[in-house]
């Protein structure tokens, strides 16, 4: 949840992993209004939605990030917006929309495990995120988290190639 329109709405994220779907939902509590804004979506039915964290401000818009993660195969990183387009297909997002985090599926069994936002870890003045993730080698036992640099870019990031511009282990 986080509040837009100066807090006059709340922002709500409400996911169903099993259509593969999430709902950005406009809320005013002062006189019970909801409306669905935008449906944001992956069409392979992957789970898209298995878990979710309202980001603070990472690419310093002023708005609210949130990342979404499908079962094990990725997560996308949306960009806060005041105007949200209908529809949204998470695999196919510009670099207004945001980017992709992705995995090496050969070495990463679960990704986005777990997601957070964190305060700017690197001073550049933008805030991070942490996603954590289980590697294939440690028999489901180990986890490792990642913290993503906060960013305007919108190019992929890929866990397992991470460059010191990106983030860290």
Not at 140 to 149: G, P
Request: hydrophobic letters at 40%; aromatic letters at 10%; proline letters at 2%.
């Amino acid at each position: 949840v986080t509040s837009w329109n100066n807090g006059m709405l709340e922002e709500i994220l409400l996911c169903d992993p099993l259509s593969a779907e999430c709902y950005v939902v406009l809320w005013r509590i002062s006189d019970d209004f909801r409306t669905i804004v935008s449906t944001l979506y992956s069409p392979s039915k992957d789970q898209f939605g298995v878990t979710t964290a309202v980001l603070q401000d990472i690419n310093q818009d002023r708005l609210h990030d949130m990342i979404i993660c499908a079962n094990t195969k990725y997560c996308t990183v949306f960009f806060g917006r005041l105007h949200w387009p209908a529809r949204l297909e998470a695999t196919k997002i510009s670099a207004v929309d945001g980017y992709q985090i992705t995995a090496d599926r050969s070495w990463i069994a679960i990704m986005g495990l777990a997601v957070s936002s964190v305060n700017d870890m690197n001073g550049d003045g933008y805030d991070d995120m942490v996603v954590g993730s289980v590697p294939y080698s440690s028999g489901y036992v180990t986890q490792k988290s990642y913290v993503i640099y906060g960013r305007t870019s919108s190019e992929t990031v890929k866990i397992g190639n991470l460059t010191s511009k990106d983030g860290f282990v």
